[in-house]
């Protein structure tokens, strides 16, 4: 069997955790090859080599690949697929949009956010929030797959897979990149750090998340948020945590003023120690909490900040 | 321009979903069940495009149970002009993978013309996210997924996406596949006088079969279990013993 994973680079930089997490998961499916795409990529490939079980590393380097749209990375993984059995990803936002269009190309179907492998054919994935589980069994030709990253181990580095470069596919020149807001922050990447402080409707304002940033800064936490928060305009959309943002599963997750929705339990249950701070004591929080403490945010927050 | 919105009727988001004790499943029946919530959004952008002028027919389509009617009944009370409903299932556990949906949409969107799908990122149920970049890849067509925003202008759609990082902005094409995200808009709640309207509303229906599509699954369900559950653990009475257990756990 033979894997081919589509690494995730952003402007040429290789995201390491998420692509070595996906390379854990891929390893047990057999040998596996990792794709760098980018306008620069070469780095990344070589990078992309040193990670643990990785026996290849195939690079695409061109301008038509800069921003990693859908069309073109789809058609060059197409042009690639020839003798893998599994195609996969680390399930970010990318691969999200990409393996989907790859599978629907190949006529197979697409395993999203998939959390276990149990053989090469049957695999587990969160349905409903993650309020069910369910084991499928393809019988796709080639399996195409996304690896939800916050359930599979780091894979060590100290490899030195060999790197080809691959030439480009056809662009289907369908769609064109305009511009990207991202914000830039000095604080650890959310779906990886190892704490994360989020914030809920309960916080009031963007201002007030300031509190929320405080703590987290102290703690070296990334920043998190309820989609209420988003929506209301008090964090940005990527801050988002849950079922239709992002999963994490930190050693440590303080969840400040956030009623535990199931769609926000979704993508924060599996941190190792949950700490809720919420004025209302019967905020479904508590019933997934390690240590919760019922009172004001803007009393425990700053006082909590300080006392660390 | 014919604006074709995708539809799924799925468990509503406010039931707490329950495991049937054979594992073969989630019990559906005689629970609460809505549209998809992302595909309120989906219908609402697709009715204010047309509100604008830059749209001249909303038709939702769904693909499932009879019982799907329902929910195009409430696309149509929030504003779509006609429904397609396929069925192509008799029991409600019955989900159809979005690789067969994606085929039967792609005939839709050409059988209709049309100009511009806007579906949902995600059905809440099955959780794929995968049904909108399937359809743009059988068509061949431009995708924009994660729509935070969404311009129509001329023979182009220009659409903020979210993405890992913030936002990013593309412009694609038309025809294309514009998948909704959650702050594309809030979608508007039907009125009872547009409910009552929505019932002489055209409901077609049709059969994967009059779309030439297999709607069989490629995937096997083995068994679905419940997760692994959290215990509630313990509350504290102030800041201090908070920290003062922080660091007995040595997570701080
Ligand atoms: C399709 C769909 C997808 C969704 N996806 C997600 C998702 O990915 N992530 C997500 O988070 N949600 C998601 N949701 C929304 C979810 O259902 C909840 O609405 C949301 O999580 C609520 O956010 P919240 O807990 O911040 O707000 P609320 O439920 O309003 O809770 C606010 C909490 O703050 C507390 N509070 C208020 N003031 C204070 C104070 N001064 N001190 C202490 N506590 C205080 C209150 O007691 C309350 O418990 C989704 C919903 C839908 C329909
Ligand atoms: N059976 C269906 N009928 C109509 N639309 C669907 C169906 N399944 C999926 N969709 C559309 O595709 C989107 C994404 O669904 P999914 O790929 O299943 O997560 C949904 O939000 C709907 O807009």
């Known amino acids: 069997m033979a894997v081919l994973l589509l690494a995730e680079i952003n402007d040429g930089a290789l995201a390491m955790d998420a692509t070595a997490k996906a390379v854990t998961a891929a390893k047990a499916l057999g040998d596996v090859t990792v794709l760098a795409v980018g306008a620069t990529a070469k780095a990344a490939a070589d990078e992309a080599a040193t990670i643990d079980g990785v026996s290849k590393v195939l690079v695409a380097e061109d301008a038509i690949y800069g921003h990693r749209l859908a069309e073109p990375v789809s058609a060059l993984i197409v042009s690639l697929a020839g003798g893998y059995s599994h195609i996969v990803a680390p399930a970010t936002t990318d691969a999200k949009n990409i393996l989907p269009r790859v599978a629907a190309l190949l006529d197979v179907m697409v ?118 928060a988003v929506d209301s305009g008090f964090a940005p959309n990527d801050w988002q945590v849950g079922q239709t943002g992002k999963v994490v599963a930190p050693d440590l997750y303080v969840a400040v003023g956030i009623s535990g929705a199931i769609q926000h339990l979704a993508g924060m249950k599996d941190s190792k120690v949950i700490v809720a701070i919420n004025k209302d004591e019967e905020a479904p929080i508590f019933q997934v909490a390690d240590y919760g403490l019922v009172a004001d945010l803007f009393d425990a927050v700053p006082e909590l900040t300080e006392k660390l | 321009m014919k604006v074709l919105v995708p539809v799924k009727r799925v468990i509503d988001y406010n039931v707490k979903v329950r495991v049937k004790a054979d594992g073969t499943g989630v019990d559906l029946a005689n629970v609460k069940m809505s ?38 009944r409430t696309a149509l009370a929030m504003g779509a002009d006609r429904a397609i409903l396929v069925v192509a299932a008799d029991d409600v556990h019955t989900d159809i993978e979005p690789l067969a949906v994606a085929k039967i949409l792609a005939k839709v969107a050409e059988e209709e013309g049309a100009g511009l799908v806007v579906c949902g990122k995600q059905a ?129």
């Not at chain 1, 309960?202 to 987290?216: P, Q, T, Y």
């Not at chain 2, 009879?66 to 929910?71: C, D, G, R, S, V």
């Open chain 2, 35 to 72: 549209m998809n919530p992302f595909d309120e959004i989906a219908v609402e952008e697709a009715i204010r495009l047309k509100e604008a002028g830059k749209a001249e027919e909303v038709i939702a389509v769904s693909i499932g149970v009879k019982q799907a009617q329902e929910t195009l």
């Open chain 2, 124 to 252: 809440i149920d099955n959780d794929l996210n995968a049904t909108g970049q399937m359809m743009a890849a059988l068509l061949g067509w431009a995708q924009a997924t994660n729509a935070n925003t969404l311009d129509v202008d001329g023979d182009n759609a220009v659409v903020a996406r979210e993405v890992d990082g913030g936002l990013q902005t593309i412009k694609v094409k038309l025809p294309a596949i514009v998948t909704t995200d959650l702050r594309l808009n809030e979608p508007r709640y039907a009125s009872l006088p547009n409910i009552m309207k929505a019932k002489k509303k055209p409901l077609d229906e049709k059969t994967p079969a009059d779309y030439g599509v297999d709607a069989s699954p490629r995937l096997e369900v083995v068994k679905t279990s419940e997760p692994g559950s959290r215990e509630a653990g313990e509350m504290v009475g102030s800041v201090d013993e908070l920290v003062a257990k922080l660091k007995e756990k040595g997570v701080v």
């Open chain 1, 111 to 228: 395993l999203t956010d998939v959390t276990g492998v149990v053989d090469a054919d049957t695999f587990e994935r969160p349905i409903y929030a993650g309020n069910a589980i369910q084991t499928v069994k393809s019988s796709d030709a080639t399996k195409v797959i996304t690896f939800r990253t916050s359930t599979f181990d780091l894979a060590g580095t100290g490899g030195s897979a060999s790197v080809e470069a691959v030439s480009a596919a056809d662009n289907p020149a369908l769609s064109e990149w305009v511009e990207d807001k991202m914000a830039e922050s000095d604080r650890p990447e959310l779906t990886s750090a190892g704490v994360v402080v989020s914030g809920g409707r309960g916080v009031g304002s963007e201002e007030n998340f300031n509190l929320i940033e405080a703590l987290a800064d102290k703690l070296g936490a990334a920043v998190g948020a309820s989609r209420a």
